[in-house]
């Protein structure tokens, strides 16, 4: 979705949105939109052709669990404050723009319009915890056979034997087994 921005009415306007989790297909690598999206948001003419963007996005989103690669959902409420600048700005041989008074992220539109779909994908990655977890106790999976160690006990000795040793273990087990 690209918000025209030539088409705001007055200095300040106000959007609401639901977006299903097909507008974001293709979807990312690195987590999966598993629930329509409802975004908030007020653009406001900040100043040139700044604008400033201030809003809110609720979703759920869906991921592989860090440690046992299971599939989790995690609820997300993204509030966000951007400064979008026309993209031009941004190259090279231009000269640099003074930095802003109030600190906020700068965000980039191109002719005339804000891709809405981008600017959300942006504030889920940075929503994404660092290493999404099933729960802070997973176990994650057994190293040696990949079972999941949340769901079952393998039958995997944590303890590393001494490979010369096995076949004297052998003998062992065929004397138990006599
Ligand atoms: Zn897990
Ligand atoms: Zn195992």
Redesign the pocket.
Known sequence: MLLDLSRLHGSREHFERTFQPAAFDPQDVEYRVAAPVHLTMDVEKAGGDAFRVTGRATTRLAMQCGRCLEDIELPIDAGFELRYVPQAENSADEPEREIAEDDLTTAFYREGAIDVIEMLREQFVLALPMKPLCAQACRGL?P????NLNRTE???SPIWEDPRLAPLKGLLNREKEN
């Open positions: 057994c040696a056979c990949g079972e393998c039958a995997c």
